[in-house]
Each structure stands twice: as structure tokens, then as C-alpha cells.
């Protein structure tokens, strides 16, 4: 079993920048593709940003292409969502999620939450005008 546990939600003001953590932990070897999904109540799941083991390969939503930013450390267990020039739009529970693959398997697989086996609590980003 994999224990996720994400940290650094907030309220922001629009334009602002906030940076999500994702640490896993328990049984994980760093190997794993980890990604984040945002979902506002009453809306399914959205893909948000994911990584390869070893930050090989991103993927990004459309809606936050070019403003957020995924990587992880060097040993593979924490993943981070760098976001920057946010926007109203963008509040929501963010959760990080790992698959038991290490492969991403491509844009579609890696940004649906279906691929995913593990998932943290979620944390609350509130962006303000």
C-alpha cells in the first residue's frame, strides 16, 4: 500500500503563485508515475499535470499548460505542482495520485484518473480576485 500526502493548498490572489507537495510513502520504491488532478464539487476529476519516474516525461492539462509546473526530487517519492499566474478557475481540491505502473502510457492514460491506484486526501487551493 501507498500512503500520499500532499501539503501547500492555500488562498491566493489571482496572478499569485502557490507550490503543491506530494510525498509517498510507505510501499514505493520511487518508481512510480505520479500526477495531480484538481476537482471542484459537482464536477468529475480533472487531470491536471504527471510525471514519469525520473521526470523524464510531463504531461499537462490544457488548462494549465504553460502556467504550472510538475517535477519530483531525486529519489522519486515527492512530487510537486509548481502554479504559477493563477486564475479564478483554478480553485479546487488538488490530489496527488500515483499508479502501480511505472509508465505513464501517454498523455490520455496519464492525465485520466481511472489509471490511478493510489490517492492522497487532497488539498484546498482558493484562488481570489
Known amino acids: 500500500q501507498v500512503h500520499l500526502a500532499e501539503s501547500g493548498g492555500g488562498s491566493v490572489q489571482v496572478g499569485g503563485s502557490l507550490r503543491l507537495s506530494c510525498v509517498a510513502s510507505?510501499?514505493?520504491?520511487?518508481?512510480?508515475?505520479m500526477s495531480w488532478f484538481r476537482q471542484v464539487p459537482g464536477q468529475s476529476r480533472e487531470g491536471v499535470a504527471a510525471?514519469?519516474?525520473?521526470?523524464?516525461?510531463?504531461y499537462y492539462g490544457d488548462a494549465v499548460r504553460g502556467r504550472f509546473s510538475i517535477s519530483q526530487d531525486s529519489g522519486g517519492n515527492t512530487a510537486y505542482l509548481e502554479m504559477n499566474k493563477l486564475k479564478t478557475e483554478d480553485t479546487a481540491i488538488y490530489y496527488c495520485?500515483?499508479?502501480?505502473?511505472?509508465?505513464?502510457?501517454?498523455?490520455?492514460?496519464?492525465?485520466?484518473?481511472?489509471?490511478?491506484?493510489?490517492w492522497g486526501q487532497g488539498t484546498q487551493v482558493t484562488v481570489t480576485s
Open positions: 495520485a500515483a499508479r502501480k505502473s511505472s509508465y505513464c502510457n501517454g498523455g490520455d492514460v496519464a492525465l485520466s484518473a481511472r489509471a490511478y491506484d493510489y
Open positions: 510507505g510501499a514505493t520504491d520511487g518508481s512510480a508515475c
Open positions: 510525471i514519469s519516474p525520473g521526470g523524464g516525461i510531463t
